[in-house]
């Protein structure tokens, strides 16, 4: 069965600073990837997704992530965080080409100004 | 932008009743979703629905759960008799067929109170 972790519960960066967000899945084949925003009552937003190729992907927002086969991992990051991003991110896998997506337990942000 | 709507938005129910959320899925798009999200925690899977049938379900999936698509355009969950631990946000996704299957499009999200 698959399954996503994402090690860090809650992050504090300054505005302006990198962010890093760690995310590992456990599937045995080759997953699909995703990483979704959410922001307080309020549904998830997309940020970018990988299925096969390129091993970093450009998302929305300035986000990419990328997917290190070697290591079950597909980091989210932003090289200059905004007050804006300050949410919850959420890594998902699935398994199948429209099959149901697994989530982590996700990783809230803040920004310090 | 095609987006997926839901309806309402947030409900207050009284444990023990009928309770039915309403989503509209993009229009080209046969594959849907329903996701929960207990406050604090992770959202989980329900079920997903493609062709007039389920095609998986989770286990918390139960016989108080049901989906319909009762026309072209809306797909539905239906909670028979609501517990206290039903209050979630409901979430209505859907996916297009083909290599694009597997991206998930979400709806804002119905929130649910059962008291």
């Known amino acids: 069965a698959q399954s996503v972790t994402q090690p860090d519960i809650h992050i504090t960066v300054s505005e302006g600073a990198s962010l890093e967000l760690r995310c590992n899945y456990s599937?045995?084949?080759?997953?699909?990837l995703f990483w979704y925003v959410q922001s307080p009552g309020q549904g998830l937003q997309l940020l970018l997704k990988y299925f096969s190729g390129d091993t970093l992907v450009q998302g929305i927002k300035g986000f990419e992530a990328e997917f290190k086969r070697s290591q079950s991992s597909f980091n989210l990051r932003k090289p200059s965080v905004h007050w804006s991003d300050a949410a919850e991110y959420f890594c998902?896998?699935?398994?199948?080409?429209?099959?149901?997506?697994?989530f982590g337990d996700g990783t809230t942000l803040t920004v310090k100004p | 932008e095609p987006e997926v709507t839901q309806t309402p938005s947030h409900q207050v129910t009284q444990m023990g009743q009928e309770v039915i959320l309403r989503c509209v899925p993009i229009?080209?798009?046969?594959?849907f979703y329903w996701y929960r999200q207990i406050l604090g925690q992770k959202v989980e899977f329900l079920v997903s629905?493609?062709?007039?049938?389920?095609?998986?379900k989770s286990e918390i999936f139960d016989d108080q759960f049901s989906v319909e698509r009762p026309d072209g355009s809306n797909f539905t969950l239906k909670i028979r008799s609501t517990k206290l631990e039903d209050s979630a946000m409901y979430f209505c996704?859907?996916?297009?067929?083909?290599?694009?299957?597997?991206?998930?499009?979400f709806g804002e999200g119905s929130w649910l109170t059962v008291v």
């Open positions: 996704a859907s996916s297009e067929e083909g290599a694009e299957g597997n991206t998930i499009y």
């Open positions: 229009s080209n798009h046969l594959y």
């Open positions: 599937y045995g084949a080759t997953p699909y």
């Open positions: 998902a896998v699935a398994a199948t080409n429209a099959g149901k997506s697994t």
């Open positions: 629905f493609y062709n007039n049938e389920i095609s998986e």
